[in-house]
């Protein structure tokens, strides 16, 4: 559970590409056992943050949101740990995570929409949260606007109870 402190703290990323490449150097850094929470709206960045970590992680892809199956495995091709992707968004509670019996101690796991419910699967985890632009007045973009490629912001903290 070592990540370079360089990653901790809020940054700018100012594009896709560039967020995908922050994920290969912060995957390349993790092991079995670390969980990652992450906490964004729509559009932030999250499955591409994900693609990124599952690349320098050396599992086998495509990495895309599991939205619809919940959890998806990545088994790894090069020895490492595999990654479990896990959305949690149509999950009504933190008992209904506990059900999905994640693979906590050999694999790393990164739970999209966690916080406030995967925090008693773990005494310590990654707590990143990823923000995008809104529109005028504060209000949020429209569908169109989700994928443009405009800057987040990303932020990372270790958390230990």
């Not at 992680?57 to 896990?86: E, M």
Request: glycine letters at 10%; zero cysteines; aromatic letters at 4%.
């Amino acid at each position: 559970m070592s990540i370079d402190p360089a990653f901790l703290g809020r940054r700018e990323v100012a594009t896709s590409e560039e967020m995908e490449r922050l994920g290969v150097r912060i995957g390349e850094q993790l092991e079995a056992g670390d969980l990652l929470i992450l906490t964004g709206p729509l559009g932030a960045g999250k499955t591409t943050f994900t693609r990124g970590l599952a690349e320098g992680l050396g599992v086998r892809g495509p990495v895309q949101s599991p939205t619809f199956v919940i959890a998806r495995t990545h088994p790894s091709l090069v020895g490492r740990a595999p990654l479990v992707h896990v959305d949690a968004s149509r999950l009504g509670s933190s008992a209904e995570l506990d059900d999905l019996d994640l693979d906590l101690t050999r694999s790393v796991v990164v739970i999209e929409w966690g916080r406030g419910m995967a925090e008693d699967l773990a005494d310590a985890w990654w707590d990143i949260e990823l923000e995008r632009p809104v529109g005028r007045d504060g209000d949020d973009l429209d569908a169109s606007e989700l994928d443009a490629d405009v800057p987040r912001f990303f932020t990372m903290s270790r958390v230990e109870r």
